[in-house]
């Protein structure tokens, strides 16, 4: 089944600096790639996703890219603020479309983000 | 904007005995997952739920978990004899349908189980 490693497990920027969190994937069959965020003690957020057709995709202060070849998939985010501090997941839905069935998604460990302002 | 909400959002219960997690999916949503993350790991599937019946499950979801989707709202979970080991965040998640660009998996809030 998929495995997802990502990396690293804790990231220190200052205000204004970028940050990239990476991930890699093993299953070439996967073809979505969602990245979440979560504030402490609150849900899961879906910031951003990326599905295998396209190698990169931006919203505003935050892009995503793909590499198929080597299956990795990265976060970044630019000029960051520090509501920006929390704890990204990486994950790769399982199976290839179409999606007949549950397409479960599997995470990464998580990388907690700290923006010092 | 429709929110996935469980309840309750702490559970403390004794080795041994049953519990039972509830869900209220997005409203139109089609695809359920029940999640868990133990503290300070990864976020992990346990089960999906798709037209009232478990369409995949993790070697993690054994004979003493059950889902089932008793009307139209509810998505429980129950551990029928839990174990120190189930000690964990328990997240619902629920999808639109199977169709492309509706992929995304919306997260309830959680529930944390402590089993003592």
């Known amino acids: 089944g998929e495995n997802v490693e990502q990396h690293p497990s804790t990231l220190s920027v200052q205000e204004g600096d970028s940050a990239v969190i990476k991930c890699t994937y093993s299953?070439?069959?996967?073809?979505?790639f969602p990245w979440y965020k979560q504030e402490l003690g609150k849900r899961p957020q879906l910031i951003i996703d990326?599905?295998?057709?396209?190698g990169e995709k931006k919203d505003q202060r935050i892009a995503v890219t793909l590499n198929k070849t080597a299956k990795h998939f990265s976060l970044h985010i630019t000029e960051t603020q520090p509501e920006d501090s929390a704890v990204y997941f990486c994950?790769?839905?399982?199976?290839?479309?179409?999606?007949?069935?549950?397409?479960?998604?599997?995470f990464g460990a998580g990388t907690i983000l700290r923006v010092k302002s | 904007e429709p929110e996935v909400t469980q309840t309750p959002s702490h559970q403390v219960t004794q080795m041994g005995q049953e519990v039972i997690l509830r869900c209220v999916p997005i409203?139109?949503?089609?695809?359920f997952y029940w999640y868990r993350q133990i503290l300070g790991q990864k976020v992990e599937f346990l089960v999906s739920?798709?037209?009232?019946?478990?369409?995949?499950k993790s070697e993690i979801f054994d004979d003493q978990f059950s889902v089932e989707r008793p009307d139209g709202s509810n998505f429980t979970l129950k551990i029928r004899s839990t174990k120190l080991e189930d000690s964990a965040m328990y997240f619902c998640?629920?999808?639109?349908?199977?169709?492309?660009?509706?992929?995304?998996?919306?997260f309830g809030p959680g529930t944390r189980l402590l089993v003592l």
């Open positions: 998640a629920s999808r639109l349908a199977g169709l492309l660009y509706q992929e995304t998996q919306y």
């Open positions: 299953d070439s069959a996967s073809n979505y």
């Open positions: 990326i599905r295998s057709n396209v």
């Open positions: 994950a790769a839905r399982e199976g290839a479309w179409p999606m007949e069935y549950g397409n479960k998604l599997v």
């Open positions: 409203s139109n949503h089609l695809y």
């Open positions: 739920f798709y037209n009232n019946e478990i369409s995949e």
